[in-house]
C-alpha cells in the first residue's frame, strides 16, 4: 500500500504545475538564455534547464504529459486487446485461429524499431492538413496511439484464456440457451468474470507505456519540443552529463519513482487477488 | 517434429513477408522520400520536374508495383544501396549485426547466469532477508527507463569516477581484448540489468512452485543432500516454463541493444537503424528493420522447439 501513497503523492506533485508556476511566477516556456543552468535558487527551486525554463515547474508538466499518455496508451491498447481477446476466445475456432496468428505474428515483432518508424511517420502523407499533422495535439495523439497499437498482445492473449475458460460455465451456457445474443452475454457475464486479472495486468501494462513513452520522447519521437515529457527532457542529457548533471538525474528519478510504484501496485494487487500464488 | 518445424518455419516466413509489406508501406510515409532529398536545395525543380523525376524513378506507381520490384529484388539478394553509407546495404549491415550480436549475446548469458543464481537463492527462503533484497533489486530493474540507467552508469563510472570508458567500442591504437571488454563492460551491463530483473522474478516464482511439490519431499526423505534436491531435482523441473520465458525475451533485446548502442555510440545494427531512419536512408532502415524481426523470429521458433525438446509430456 506505500506504493499507493507514492502515486498518490505523484499525482499531487505534477497536478500542482500550474499552481507553482503562478506563485513562483514563472512561465515554463519562456526561454531565458541568458540564465542556462542557473542553479537552485528562490526564484528557480531546482534551478534552470538548457533554455533558462525553470526544471522544477518543466518536471511538473512533464509529468503530467507523461502520466496522461501513459494512462490513455494503456486505456486504448486494452480496450482493443480486450476486445480482440473476448472475441477471438468467444467464437473460437476459425476466428480464434486467425486472431491468434495475428496476435502472435504482432508479439514477434521488434517493438523498439517499429515504434519508431511509426513515429517518424509523416502525417501529411497520409492526407492530414500541415497544420494538424505538427500541432502539439496530433504528436500528443500520435504517441499515444502508436504505444497503444504495439503493447494490446499482452491482454489479448489474458482476456482470451479466461474467456475460454469461462465459456463452458453454467451459467453461461444457459445464457447461451436462453437464447442471450453474443454480445450482452460478453458484456454481462464474461467481462466481470475477467476483471481481476484484467485489472492486475492493466496496472502492470501502465508502467511498461510509461517506458515506451520516455524511451520514445527520449529518441526524439514522441512528445517533441517545448512540450516538455519526462522521456525528452533527457533528450539533450549526454552533453548534461558534463555540465549539470542533476538535471540529467531528475526527469529519470521520477520515471523510475512511478513505474516502480505501479510495478508494486501491479504485484500487490495480484496478491490480493489471487490468494494461491506464493508471497 | 519435423512437421512441426516445417510449419513453424512457414508461418515464420509469412510473418516476415506481410512485415515486409507493412515496414515498406511504412517506411514510404516518413517524410524526405529519395526525389524530396535530390531537389532539397535545387531552385530549378519545378513540380513538373519533380513528377518527371518521380516518373523516371518509378515513385509513382502504386504501393504494390512498387513493392514487387522491391521483393523481387530482396529475392535475388539485392537489398539496394544505402544513400547515407554509399555503399551496399548488406556490406554496411553485415558487420554491424555481428557488433550487435556481441553485445546481445553476452548480456544474454550475463543475465541469465545471474537469475538464475540470484532465482534460485532467493526461493530457498521466501520471506527472508535475501528474498526482500534481491526481489526488491528484480523490482528495480524492470522498472528503470534503460537510457536513463545508461546515464547514470555514465556518470557515475566514466565522468565522476573515470574507470570504465563512456564510449566506443575499442581506444584507437589498442585492439587488444581486455580494451574491448572494458568497453563493453557498461552496454552489457545496461542492457542485462532489465532482463535480469524479470527472469529473477520468473525463476523465484518457478522454483518456489516447484520446491512445494511432492517428488521434492520424496527426495529429501529419501536422504538427499540438500544441494542436490535444489540443483538436480527442483531446478530441472522449475527450467521448462522459465526456458520459453527467456527464449522469448531474446527479441525484445533488440530493442533494448538500439538504445544501449545509441548512449554508448556502438557502431551496431540498433543504431544504424536509428541513423537510417532520422536520416532518411530508406535501403538502409527497411532492410535493418527486417533483419531484426527475422532475428526475433528465429529466437521464437528456438524457444517453441526448446520447449518440446525439455518436456517430455509434450510431444512435438
Redesign the interface.
Known amino acids: 500500500m506505500g506504493s499507493l501513497v507514492v502515486l498518490l503523492l505523484l499525482v499531487l506533485f505534477v497536478a500542482s504545475a500550474a499552481p507553482v508556476a503562478w506563485w513562483l511566477s514563472v512561465d515554463p516556456y519562456e526561454t531565458d538564455l541568458l540564465s542556462q543552468y542557473a542553479p537552485p535558487s528562490a526564484a528557480h527551486p531546482l534551478g534552470t534547464d538548457d533554455a533558462g525554463r525553470d526544471e522544477l515547474v518543466r518536471l511538473m508538466l512533464g509529468g503530467q504529459i507523461s502520466l496522461l499518455v501513459g494512462v490513455l496508451a494503456t486505456a486504448v491498447g486494452s480496450v482493443i486487446g480486450l476486445t480482440v481477446g473476448v472475441i477471438s476466445g468467444y467464437f473460437g475456432r476459425r476466428l480464434d485461429a486467425v486472431l491468434m ?1 495475428f496476435t502472435d ?1 504482432m ?8 515504434l ?3 513515429g ?3 502525417l501529411t ?2 492526407g492530414f492538413s500541415g497544420e494538424f499533422a505538427h500541432s502539439a495535439a496530433a504528436g500528443f495523439w500520435r504517441v499515444v496511439i502508436i504505444v497503444a497499437l504495439v503493447d494490446w498482445t499482452g491482454i489479448a492473449r489474458l482476456t482470451r484464456a479466461a474467456t475460454l475458460a469461462l465459456k463452458d460455465r453454467d451459467y453461461v451456457r444457459s445464457a447461451r440457451a436462453s437464447g442471450g445474443r453474443p454480445g450482452y452475454i460478453m458484456t454481462a457475464h464474461v467481462l466481470p468474470n475477467v476483471a481481476t486479472p484484467l485489472i492486475v495486468a492493466v496496472t502492470l501494462t501502465v ?1 511498461r507505456v510509461i ?1 515506451f513513452e ?2 520514445l520522447s ?3 519521437f514522441g512528445i517533441v519540443a517545448p512540450t516538455p515529457s519526462w ?1 525528452n527532457m ?1 533528450n539533450n ?2 552533453e548534461l ?2 555540465t549539470a ?1 542533476a538535471l ?2 531528475y ?3 521520477l ?2 519513482i512511478t ?2 510504484a ?3 501496485l501491479g ?1 500487490g494487487l495480484q496478491h490480493a487477488f489471487d490468494p494461491r500464488s ?2 | 517434429m519435423t512437421r512441426f518445424i516445417l510449419a513453424r518455419c512457414g508461418q515464420a516466413a509469412l510473418v516476415l513477408l506481410v512485415m515486409s509489406f507493412v515496414i515498406y508501406s511504412l517506411i514510404g510515409l516518413m517524410p524526405g522520400d529519395p526525389i524530396d532529398v535530390m531537389i532539397a536545395s535545387n531552385p530549378g525543380a519545378t513540380p513538373e520536374v519533380v513528377a518527371h523525376l518521380r516518373a523516371i524513378y518509378g515513385l509513382d506507381q502504386p504501393i504494390l508495383l512498387r513493392y514487387a520490384h522491391w521483393l523481387a529484388a530482396a529475392l535475388r539478394g539485392d537489398f539496394g544501396y544505402s544513400r547515407t553509407h554509399a555503399q551496399p546495404v548488406l556490406t554496411v549491415l553485415l558487420p554491424a549485426l555481428l557488433q550487435t550480436c556481441k553485445l546481445m549475446l553476452t548480456s544474454f548469458v550475463v543475465s541469465v547466469v545471474l537469475a538464475f543464481a540470484l532465482g534460485v537463492w532467493a526461493s530457498l527462503k521466501p520471506g527472508g532477508i535475501a528474498d526482500s533484497a534481491i526481489s526488491l533489486f528484480a523490482f528495480a530493474g524492470i522498472s528503470v527507463p534503460v537510457f536513463w540507467l545508461a546515464l547514470v552508469l555514465i556518470l557515475v563510472f566514466a565522468v565522476t569516477l573515470h574507470v570504465l570508458p563512456a564510449s566506443g567500442i575499442g581506444t584507437v591504437g589498442d585492439d587488444g581484448v581486455t580494451d574491448q571488454v572494458r568497453h563493453l563492460i557498461l552496454p552489457v551491463t545496461t542492457l542485462a540489468l532489465a532482463n535480469i530483473g524479470s527472469f529473477t522474478r520468473f525463476i523465484r516464482a518457478a522454483m518456489i512452485e516447484t520446491l512445494r511439490m511432492d517428488h521434492i519431499r520424496t527426495a529429501r526423505a529419501k536422504g538427499a543432500g540438500e544441494r542436490r534436491v535444489v540443483l538436480v531435482h527442483a531446478l530441472r523441473n522449475a527450467m521448462i516454463p522459465v526456458v520459453t520465458v527467456i527464449a522469448l525475451s531474446f527479441g525484445g533485446l533488440f530493442s533494448g541493444a538500439l538504445i544501449t548502442e545509441t548512449m554508448f555510440a556502438q557502431p551496431g545494427m540498433g543504431k544504424m537503424i536509428y541513423d537510417a531512419i532520422l536520416g532518411n536512408d530508406f535501403n538502409l532502415a527497411l532492410t535493418g528493420l527486417l533483419f531484426a524481426t527475422l532475428v526475433t523470429l528465429l529466437a521464437n521458433l528456438a524457444a517453441d522447439l526448446a520447449y518440446g525438446w525439455l518436456d517430455p509430456r509434450i510431444a512435438l
Open positions: 496468428r505474428g508479439i514477434a515483432l521488434p517493438l523498439l524499431p517499429l519508431i518508424v511509426l517518424a511517420l509523416d502523407k497520409l508502467g517506458l520516455s524511451v527520449f529518441l526524439g522521456g533527457l542529457a549526454q552529463v558534463t548533471p540529467a538525474i526527469p529519470g528519478l520515471i523510475f513505474v516502480i505501479v510495478n508494486f504485484d506464493e508471497r
